[in-house]
């Protein structure tokens, strides 16, 4: 009888210290996005047909990614913009969904940092890092819509968010930042009305 009360209290502190872990993990991963990338301005134009975005993104790395890069690792980006039609019931509708990937390395022989869009193919060569974030966090007239695809009723929201792409990393690292709030680096979704 005696065996079975401890086998019973030692899962039962196994199932609370799990819980108490698993809560630690979850509260750094929020903390860590919270803190990763944020997006300062927002604003959008009409031009002709089309909705174009212009945007600030302040991009915060920190030293295990600014590592990573430094060692030759190719970081990518992504900035997703969504627009959202709001109904009265349930979810809204997603009318567009645009997404752009840039890329960013460092080139140890030249010292320059290269930032690419891998979606238009325009690059640039920076010499330190701020200089790079700062342009990959300027982003100016991306087309996100059409108006034709907007009708004149109806409420709508603009959606944007930028990530670090972790799915791109070479395989041990891909590994390691699963399970490292440090790698889940994101803006989250902010939202305009339209």
């Known amino acids: 009888m005696n065996t079975c009360r401890r ?3 030692r899962r039962k502190l196994q199932n609370i210290l799990a819980v108490v872990c698993f809560s630690l993990f979850l509260a750094a991963t929020s903390a860590a996005k ?3 990338f944020e997006i300062n301005y927002l604003n959008i134009v009409q031009l002709e ?3 174009r975005l212009d945007a600030e993104i302040d991009y915060q790395l920190n030293s295990e990614v600014k590592e990573a890069l430094e060692n030759g690792i190719p ?3 992504q900035v ?3 627009i959202k039609q709001l109904r009265k019931w349930g979810w809204g509708k997603t009318i567009t969904d645009i997404k752009q990937t840039h890329m960013l390395k460092y ?3 030249s010292k320059q940092y290269i930032w690419e869009n891998l979606d238009t193919g325009a690059n640039d060569t920076f010499p330190d890092l701020d200089s790079a974030l700062t342009h990959q966090g300027t982003i100016t007239a991306m087309f ?3 108006t034709a695809n907007l009708s004149q009723v109806g409420n709508y929201v603009v959606q944007l ?3 670090l792409l972790t799915n791109k990393l070479p395989l041990p690292l891909r590994v390691k930042s699963y399970f490292s709030p440090k790698w889940q680096l994101s803006s989250g979704w902010h939202e305009w009305p339209l």
Do not use: K, P
Request: glycine share 0%.
């Open 7 to 9: 086998i019973l209290a």
């Open 49 to 51: 047909n089309e909705l």
């Open 34 to 36: 919270n803190n990763a």
């Open 144 to 146: 996100i819509a059409e």
């Open 161 to 163: 968010r930028s990530s």
């Open 107 to 109: 080139h140890a022989l």
């Open 75 to 77: 970081m990518l980006f």
């Open 80 to 82: 997703e913009v969504q």
